[in-house]
């Protein structure tokens, strides 16, 4: 079992920056590829960016390349994203996600194992 909270939502400008932060606990996080993922009401969850279970890869939904970055520091058990040049599109609950398989570059939502409960980010215009 891995236990993920997600933290660092919020309110910001077009334009500003957030950072958002995933906890892990209970069991070996560098045995999982994590996965960052956006839902608005109506509206199925997409995938923002991934990275490997090591730090060493990442991976981005076009929407976001550029922009953001996700990076992870296992000896903290913790995963990172950073946001800039945040758009009124970007605004919705995000959510940090787990996956025991290591490929990242066909991650989606069904293929995790371990999801957080969401923060949620508003980008005012």
């Known amino acids: 079992q891995v236990q993920l909270v997600e933290s660092g939502g919020g309110l910001v400008q077009a334009g500003g920056s957030l950072r958002l932060s995933c906890a892990a606990s209970g069991q070996t996080f560098s045995l999982y590829a994590v996965g960052w993922f956006r839902q608005t009401p109506g509206k199925e969850r997409e995938f923002v960016a991934a990275i490997s279970r090591g730090g060493g890869s990442t991976y981005y939904a076009d929407s976001v390349k550029g922009r953001f970055t996700i990076s992870r520091d296992n000896a903290k058990n913790a995963v990172y994203l950073q946001m800039n040049s945040l758009k009124p599109e970007d605004t919705a609950t995000y959510y940090c996600?787990?996956?025991?398989?290591?490929?990242?570059?066909?991650?989606?939502?069904?293929?995790?194992?371990?999801w957080g409960k969401g923060t949620l980010v508003t980008v005012s215009p």
């Open positions: 996600a787990a996956s025991i398989r290591p490929q990242i570059t066909t991650m989606t939502q069904y293929g995790m194992d371990y």
